[in-house]
């Protein structure tokens, strides 16, 4: 058995094991699938460690842009890009988008940590511009996360004006139940304390460079999508962000859909249809 398939068998049980403390059925949650035969996809690695990888998917024809895709999980090891993040890389691909399917660090000791405050960020900033050394066009790149990921894709379009190296600049963001203001999230207890588990203390205005809430206006634009049923992250997470966006100058969208936290990372579901929509006025 090769490495690819120890991982995603790994990363399906490890989502598996977080349904069973969150209290989602699984059957709200995609996992990874094969990819479709026309659909080029490669391992390139960012790093040393096991979790500093992306899986870069190609579709067969000349690729429309390039679409980060980041998965969430409250930045903890129970999820990870091979569970999430693959079902939505191989769609995107079939769309005529380039996908790279980003891992990182998570926050802890358990095999997929060793992140946190800033090797989390480190390695996506890492991540995103390694892109620069693949053979692809970078001139339209799309961070897409999900929950912690659409956090970590909002800070990383933000992120050259925070001390981070920028070699590929984020040039859209789509939000997906994104975790975009920490200390409103924090305060709310969102994930069980998972942000102070990500900064390693309560969030304050000190901060700023982690937070996207407190790095507006972003140069960028940003849609926010997210379930109207969402018990893990509150639609407000993403309402908020927008309502301040504005009031900044920001150019920010609230795409408020039907479902739970797990709706918008459905392939076969209306929330994504929406979000391919969003990236068809893109490019």
Not at 233 to 246: G, I, T, W
Request: hydrophobic residues 45%; aromatic residues 6%; contains cysteine.
């Amino acid at each position: 058995m090769d490495r690819r398939t120890l991982l995603r068998l790994a990363a399906m049980g490890s989502a598996a094991a977080v349904l069973s403390t969150t209290g989602c059925s699984e059957e709200n949650v995609p996992v990874s699938t094969p990819e479709p035969a026309d659909v080029d996809r490669t391992i390139h690695t960012y790093g040393e460690d096991p979790s500093q990888y992306g899986e870069l998917y190609l579709p067969a024809a000349t690729a429309r842009g390039i679409v980060v895709v980041i998965h969430g999980g409250f930045w903890r090891p129970e999820y990870s890009a091979e569970a999430l993040g693959a079902p939505l890389a191989a769609a995107l691909a079939e769309q005529g988008w380039a996908a790279w399917n980003l891992e990182y660090r998570r926050v802890g000791n358990r095999s997929g940590g060793g992140g946190g405050t800033p090797a989390t960020f480190d390695d996506v900033a890492a991540g995103i511009d390694l892109l620069a050394d693949l053979d692809v066009d970078t001139t339209t790149v799309v961070a897409l996360g999900h929950s912690a990921g659409g956090h970590l894709g909002a800070w990383a379009a933000a992120r050259g004006k925070h001390g981070w190296a920028n070699r590929v600049p984020v040039t859209h963001v789509i939000s997906q139940a994104g975790v975009l203001d920490l200390r409103s999230a924090d305060a709310a207890g969102l994930g069980n304390g998972a942000v102070r588990g990500l900064l390693g203390h309560p969030p304050t205005t000190a901060d700023a460079r982690f937070d996207p809430a407190q790095q507006l206006p972003l140069d960028v634009p940003v849609w926010c999508v997210h379930g109207d049923t969402d018990a893990n992250v509150p639609l407000s997470q993403s309402a908020e962000y927008v309502d301040k966006a504005r009031a900044a100058g920001a150019t920010a969208e609230l795409v408020e859909v039907s479902g739970d936290h797990f709706v918008v990372i459905d392939p076969g579901s209306a929330a994504w249809a929406r979000q391919l929509e969003i990236l068809d006025t893109i490019a």
